[in-house]
Nanobody
């Protein structure tokens, strides 16, 4: 049974930082592309950042230069380092593992940026 478990969300002031973690089990982590998505209230879920099995990364424009995605294959964990957080980063953040049409999602972790 595949499980993705996110952690690290919370309440932070604008300009602050958080690091999200997503630990996988039940899959061969090294061959999966991993990604972080987010969903704000009333909005559709959107891609934030992705990292391929070989370590190539991509980011959406609103987070470029502020967020960093990384992976530790030995720990079967993908991270999202979020710096210079803005009010509009408030959302539930989800991690996804994907390979050849098989997608797996975590349960999400809430990130709230508020003064």
């Amino acid at each position: 049974q595949v499980q993705l478990v996110e952690s690290g969300g919370g309440l932070v002031q604008p300009g602050g930082s958080l690091r999200l973690s997503c630990t996988a089990s039940g899959l061969i982590f090294t061959i999966y592309a991993m990604a972080w998505y987010r969903q704000a209230p009333g909005k559709e879920r959107e891609l934030v950042a992705g990292i391929s099995s070989s370590g190539s990364t991509n980011y959406v424009d609103p987070v470029k230069g502020r967020f960093t995605i990384s992976r530790d294959n030995a720990k079967k964990t993908v991270y999202l380092q979020m710096n210079s957080l803005k009010l509009e980063d408030t959302a539930v953040y989800y991690c996804k593992g994907a390979r050849r049409g098989n997608d797996y999602w975590g349960q999400g972790t809430q990130v709230t940026v508020s003064a």
